[in-house]
């Protein structure tokens, strides 16, 4: 059941959602590429970091960008009056900003991320271990992949100093968070990634930057997958491990190897294609994902909130700033 504390900030992310979801549209961001997360710690705590160059791309991630684009701009709807009177006239991809920081992003993974820590927390204390891990490892999804496309350091250098100022309000409080969660950081982002894909290849109106923005998040699932099912999970290296951490391994490895396989043999843009993987890439990262006791996640979920709230009052306050600007003259 959900607590006092939740309903108070639902109650003000729910409020402020709509203004924010009003406003967003009205700030100029891009996104670029992606930053290599940091390396996940192996077994005796050996970093193993992903090489730095992409991984040989899978036949879905070579010349398949552009050929995607161009079937999709094949495939959208006829112009005119009859056509546009039905058409879909929203595309996911306009919500994603282009070359900076997407604020509107950090508020819907922190969001998804708060909630879930509170859900893990009250499913542990309700003494349904699976769906607290379940739960878990999808805050460490959200915060993984609002690191990943969201927060790189390139992007920050381009975005307006009222929008930075906000990254760097929240931003401590994330590091911290994200950091204290236990999902191996390759499997939080593969499965992240995959799962983001799934909202592009859903758009109603879906254009050529969504299916460019599958295709990007599709080749760090490649490279990540193959990362951890080659390297973190060689064989050799797994059967040194104590038999409770190879049977983990074993599992895992099994769960990439069949989302890689779905994505292989299927279409990369179709949405059936990516929830098949998605499952298998879930199956990972929540069978690696350890549980700790419930006054742990407990203490996650609070952290949450406050990361939550520091945002919140960060960004209200670049709103008020702005509206005190005048607007220099054309």
């Given at each position: 059941?959900?607590?006092g504390s939740?309903?108070?900030?639902?109650?003000?992310?729910?409020?402020?959602?709509?203004?924010?979801?009003?406003?967003h549209?009205?700030?100029?961001?891009?996104m670029?590429?992606p930053?290599?997360?940091?390396p996940?710690q192996?077994s005796?705590g050996v970093a193993?970091?992903p090489?730095?160059?992409?991984?040989?791309?899978a036949p879905?991630?070579?010349?398949?960008?552009?050929a995607?684009?161009?079937g999709?701009?094949?495939?959208?709807?006829?112009?005119?009056p009859?056509?546009?009177?039905?058409?879909p006239?929203?595309?996911?991809?306009?919500d994603?900003?282009?070359?900076a920081?997407?604020?509107?992003?950090l508020?819907?993974?922190?969001?998804?991320?708060?909630?879930?820590l509170?859900?893990?927390?009250?499913?542990?204390q309700q003494?349904?271990p699976?769906?607290?891990?379940?739960y878990?490892?999808?805050?460490?999804?959200?915060?993984?992949?609002?690191?990943?496309?969201?927060?790189a350091?390139?992007?920050?250098?381009?975005?307006?100093p009222?929008?930075?100022?906000?990254?760097?309000a929240?931003?401590p409080?994330?590091?911290?968070?994200?950091?204290?969660l236990?999902t191996?950081?390759a499997?939080a982002?593969?499965?992240?990634s995959?799962?983001e894909?799934i909202?592009?290849?859903?758009?109603?109106?879906r254009t050529?930057r969504?299916?460019?923005?599958?295709m990007?998040?599709?080749?760090v699932?490649?490279?990540?997958?193959?990362f951890l099912?080659?390297?973190?999970?060689d064989?050799a290296?797994?059967?040194?491990?104590?038999?409770?951490?190879?049977?983990q391994?074993?599992?895992?490895?099994?769960?990439l190897r069949?989302?890689?396989h779905?994505?292989?043999?299927g279409?990369p843009l179709?949405p059936?294609t990516?929830e098949?993987?998605?499952?298998?890439?879930?199956a990972?990262?929540?069978g690696l994902?350890p549980?700790?006791?419930a006054?742990?996640?407990?203490?996650?979920?609070?952290a949450?909130h406050?990361?939550q709230?520091?945002?919140y009052?960060?960004?209200?306050?670049?709103?008020?700033?702005?509206?005190?600007?005048?607007?220099p003259p054309?």
């Open positions: 059941m959900p607590t939740d309903f108070v900030w639902g109650s003000l992310q729910t409020a402020t959602n709509h203004l924010l979801d009003h406003l549209h009205h700030l100029d961001r891009q670029g590429p930053m290599a997360p940091p996940w192996g005796g193993l970091a090489p730095a160059p992409a991984l040989a791309p879905w991630t070579a010349a398949a960008v552009g995607a684009g161009a999709v701009a094949a495939a959208a709807p006829p112009t005119g009859a056509a546009d009177a039905t058409a006239t929203w595309s996911y991809a306009e994603v900003a282009v070359g920081t997407c604020l509107n992003c508020r819907k993974h922190l969001g998804t991320a708060t909630q879930a509170a859900a893990a927390r009250d499913a542990a003494g349904t699976d769906v607290a891990r379940r878990l490892a999808r805050a460490s999804a959200e915060l993984a992949v609002l690191e990943q496309y969201d927060l350091p390139d992007l920050l250098a381009r975005t307006p009222a929008d930075r100022a906000v990254v760097e929240v931003r409080c994330l590091d911290r968070l994200r950091s204290a236990p191996p950081e499997a982002v593969v499965w992240g995959v799962d894909a909202r592009f290849a859903r758009s109603p109106r050529p969504d299916a460019a923005e599958v990007r998040r599709l080749q699932v490649d490279t990540q997958g193959a099912e080659r390297v973190a999970f064989p290296t797994v059967r040194t491990w104590p038999p409770g951490q190879q049977d391994a074993w599992a895992a490895r099994a769960a069949e989302g890689s779905r994505l292989d043999q279409d179709d059936a990516l098949a993987a998605a499952v298998a890439y879930e990972a990262a929540v994902t549980l700790p006791d006054a742990t996640l407990a203490q996650w979920a609070d949450a406050r990361c709230a520091m945002f009052a960060a960004y209200l306050q670049r709103l008020q700033t702005a509206r005190k600007t005048p607007t054309a």
